[in-house]
């Protein structure tokens, strides 16, 4: 897990503040260890946790990288009276899904309610058997017979399972293309959270297709209840 912050304080805040965590910089200030964190995040964050602790900072690219590592700790992070879950996480979600700040904070408690309680036990297992559903007929529709790359059936299943068969691709052509504009999304989400839309282009045209295939859903969604509500009023 990881929470990151922008900081003024830069590399010498993090270094010399007598409550801050290990620090992990790099020789170039503002740069800092972006180039050997960026190259494999995962392998970064191993190696530095037996040399520096659960607990470190890594300073990449202008940004200040905290990670918690152990799960005692995670439930005193959450729990702190300090930790605004909704500040540290807004500019995430206006980088990756471009929502705006004041639309975030009307909406994010009523979400966050309707998740929550989509997810707990009793719900799960109702999500499972439809997730399994959409997994076997996506695997007959393959044949008897050849070949294909099993991470690109998970991922159409996935979605299509999410978003509903009535919107997912119906033909190869758009299927096809939804599971490369997806990827493509998937792939680099890390980079897309620091918005540079100029830098990661492929991603950011990835971004704005998946949220125009949802803005027509969100419109299909309101013309079909719209159209149930007449039928009743009749």
């Known amino acids: 897990s990881v929470k990151w912050t922008d900081s003024k304080e830069g590399v010498l805040g993090c270094l010399f503040h007598p409550n ?6 790099g020789w170039i200030p503002w740069f800092g260890a ?14 530095a946790r037996p040399k520096y602790g659960p607990v470190f900072t890594v300073v990449a690219a202008g940004k200040r990288l905290t ?12 729990t702190s009276k300090d ?8 500019e995430a979600v206006h980088n990756t899904a471009s929502i705006s700040k004041d639309c975030f904070y009307k909406t994010h408690p009523t979400c966050a309610t309707i998740i929550k309680g989509r997810l707990t036990p009793g719900h799960t297992s109702m999500l499972s058997a ?23 059936l998970i991922r159409y299943t996935v979605m299509s ?15 096809q293309e939804f599971l490369e ?15 540079a839309p100029y830098v990661f282009r492929e991603w950011a045209n990835s971004k704005q297709w998946l949220l125009s295939l949802l803005r027509n859903m969100a419109v299909k969604s309101q013309e ?11």
């Open 181 to 195: 504009k997806f990827t493509k999304y998937d792939e680099g989400f890390e980079y897309g959270l620091k918005d």
């Open 34 to 47: 972006a180039f050997e964190f960026g190259k494999a995040p995962l392998h970064f964050i191993q190696k």
């Open 67 to 78: 990670f918690v590592t152990l799960n005692e700790d995670f439930r005193a992070f959450f």
């Open 130 to 152: 439809h997730l399994c559903e959409e997994f076997n007929d996506n695997l007959e529709n393959l044949g008897s017979e050849g070949s294909g790359q099993l991470n690109e």
């Open 20 to 25: 801050a965590p290990p620090c992990i910089g």
């Open 224 to 234: 079909t209840l719209y159209s149930e509500n007449n039928r009743k009023v009749i």
């Open 161 to 175: 399972n999410l978003l509903g068969r009535c919107n997912s691709p119906s033909n190869a052509l758009t299927r």
């Open 83 to 90: 930790v605004d879950f909704e500040q540290a996480v807004q």
